[in-house]
């Protein structure tokens, strides 16, 4: 596979953003390690931010909370992708806490072989091997288990951060209300952008897209790629609930519990998202539009009093509104590709609600089946005890 070096500058795109595991009990609150120990090891920012919180002949400032950074892996495909997101963190201008690298099976040996020498680095780095069942929401799970950190900073193994990343990401949690801060995910393709695909499916392949916010605002669901949460509220929601939605998961059990201001999209935090040539493809298009939105039905009856389909509503609407006719406009002014994006735009909301349909469907289906079969085992039950 050809690597694109994804720390280098890249020109931000257009406007700002992109199933189900075995409910995982994340017991995080009991993981052994003294939080309020590893409170005090934080490391200070290299742009010279006071270590302690407190200026020699200023008022005090509020303490930095420790910050642990989390990236899962499962595959040694992307082994030379996963170094330059490891490297990314090591060169931030805040230095966190600890990196851990969480992986599956087949890769923890490698992986732990080649930062055997950085457990004892600024910062150290930690690798450990995913303990449940499933893959991406199951190692986070595992990650937030042994980490002491106060923020988990959550980046994608395929994804490199701006060196100012975990800085401006974690600034608005000097805020006590904020629970989790989202950054936006900026895509680097393998082999360009087509000019088909439409920027505002860039979540398709979990990069930042159009009709996100362009400053610091409150958002329904942010990136799993560039995230972050304050442990004490992943504990409270009891960790992430699913693999395909955890990112959705998690905020909207966040944003049930504390606010819906308490969850914050930053654009000014910024990670360069790896896009391989097989991701902006029609084939790729079109099934993550359906089978995403199917999905989603269940993750969303699993959360129940915290499930709100308002992010998807808003999506509609503004690529109805907003992207449909820059697309014509666009195609008026000689761009040929603008009635193709065009003509995606509607593919994909068509998509999308049939895949929501489907999944309803099948919601119900389920449904019946349970009851008819808690009933009949009511029967049977009955029929013994005559």
Same mark, same amino acid.
């Given at each position: 596979?050809?690597?694109v070096? *994804?720390?280098?500058?890249?020109?931000?795109?257009?406007?700002? %953003?992109?199933?189900?595991? /075995?409910?995982?009990?994340?017991?995080?609150?009991?993981?052994?390690?003294?939080?309020?120990?590893?409170?005090?090891?934080?490391?200070?920012?290299?742009?010279?931010?006071?270590?302690?919180?407190?200026?020699s002949? !200023?008022?005090?400032i509020?303490?930095?909370?420790?910050?642990?950074?989390?990236?899962?892996?499962?595959?040694?495909? !992307?082994?030379?992708?996963? *170094?330059?997101?490891?490297?990314s963190?090591?060169?931030?201008?805040?230095?966190?806490?600890e990196?851990?690298?969480?992986v599956?099976?087949?890769l923890?040996?490698?992986?732990?072989?080649?930062?055997a020498?950085?457990?004892?680095?600024? @910062?150290?780095?930690?690798?450990?091997?995913?303990?449940?069942?499933?893959?991406?929401g199951?190692a986070r799970?595992?990650?937030a288990?042994?980490a002491t950190?106060?923020?988990?900073?959550?980046?994608?193994?395929?994804?490199?951060a701006?060196?100012?990343?975990?800085?401006?990401?974690t600034?608005?949690y %000097?805020?006590?209300?904020?629970?989790?801060?989202?950054?936006?995910p900026?895509?680097?393709?393998?082999?360009?952008? @087509?000019?088909?695909?439409p920027?505002?499916?860039?979540?398709?392949?979990?990069?930042?897209?159009?009709?996100?916010?362009?400053?610091?605002?409150? $958002?329904a669901h942010?990136?799993?790629?560039n995230?972050?949460?304050?442990r004490?509220? $992943?504990?409270?929601?009891?960790?992430?609930?699913?693999?395909?939605?955890?990112?959705?998961?998690?905020?909207? =059990?966040?944003?049930?519990?504390?606010?819906?201001?308490?969850?914050?999209?930053?654009?000014?935090?910024?990670?360069?998202?790896?896009?391989?040539?097989?991701?902006?493809?029609w084939?790729?298009?079109?099934?993550?539009?359906?089978?995403?939105?199917?999905?989603?039905?269940?993750?969303?009856?699993?959360?129940?009093?915290?499930?709100?389909?308002?992010?998807?509503?808003?999506?509609?609407?503004?690529?109805?509104?907003?992207?449909?006719p =820059?697309?014509?406009?666009?195609?008026?002014k000689?761009?040929?590709?603008?009635?193709? !994006?065009?003509?995606a735009?509607?593919a994909?909301?068509? $998509?999308a609600?049939?895949?929501?349909?489907?999944g309803?469907?099948?919601?119900? /289906? =389920?449904? /019946?089946?349970?009851?008819?079969q808690i009933?009949?085992?009511?029967?049977?039950?009955?029929?013994?005890?005559?």
């Open positions: 596979m050809r690597i070096t *994804l720390a280098q500058s890249y020109p931000p795109i257009g406007v700002g %953003q992109e199933g189900h595991v /075995r409910n995982v009990s994340t017991d995080l609150a009991h993981r052994g390690h003294d939080v309020a120990a590893a409170t005090t090891t934080q490391p200070g920012s290299r742009t010279g931010q006071p270590n302690n919180g407190v200026g002949e !200023r008022a005090q509020p303490r930095l909370p420790t910050i642990s950074v989390i990236i899962c892996a499962y595959t040694e495909h !992307r082994w030379e992708l996963m *170094l330059q997101s490891v490297a963190v090591q060169e931030q201008t805040l230095i966190p806490c990196i851990i690298i969480c599956d099976q087949p923890f040996r490698r992986c732990a072989a080649y930062w020498d950085f457990a004892a680095a600024t @910062p150290p780095v930690r690798v450990i091997q995913n303990q449940h069942d499933g893959h991406l199951s799970n595992t990650a288990e042994a950190g106060e923020i988990l900073a959550f980046l994608d193994d395929d994804a490199a701006d060196k100012d990343w975990l800085e401006i990401l600034g608005p %000097q805020d006590e209300r904020i629970g989790a801060v989202g950054g936006r900026i895509p680097v393709f393998e082999t360009g952008r @087509p000019a088909w695909f920027v505002q499916f860039d979540w398709v392949f979990g990069c930042a897209y159009d009709g996100l916010p362009t400053s610091r605002s409150p $958002l942010l990136i799993g790629a995230m972050s949460v304050r004490t509220l $992943l504990e409270q929601v009891g960790g992430f609930h699913s693999d395909n939605h955890d990112d959705m998961d998690m905020c909207h =059990r966040v944003a049930h519990i504390t606010s819906s201001d308490a969850v914050v999209y930053e654009p000014a935090a910024t990670v360069r998202h790896f896009v391989p040539a097989s991701r902006p493809t084939k790729y298009f079109w099934r993550r539009c359906f089978f995403v939105n199917k999905g989603k039905v269940g993750a969303f009856a699993q959360m129940g009093q915290a499930a709100t389909l308002g992010a998807e509503a808003r999506f509609v609407w503004y690529a109805l509104t907003r992207g449909i =820059r697309e014509i406009w666009q195609a008026a000689g761009d040929a590709a603008g009635l193709a !994006r065009f003509a735009i509607v994909g909301v068509g $998509l609600a049939a895949g929501h349909v489907v309803r469907i099948e919601l119900v /289906r =389920r449904r /019946r089946q349970a009851i008819m009933l009949d085992t009511a029967a049977q039950a009955d029929g013994r005890g005559k």
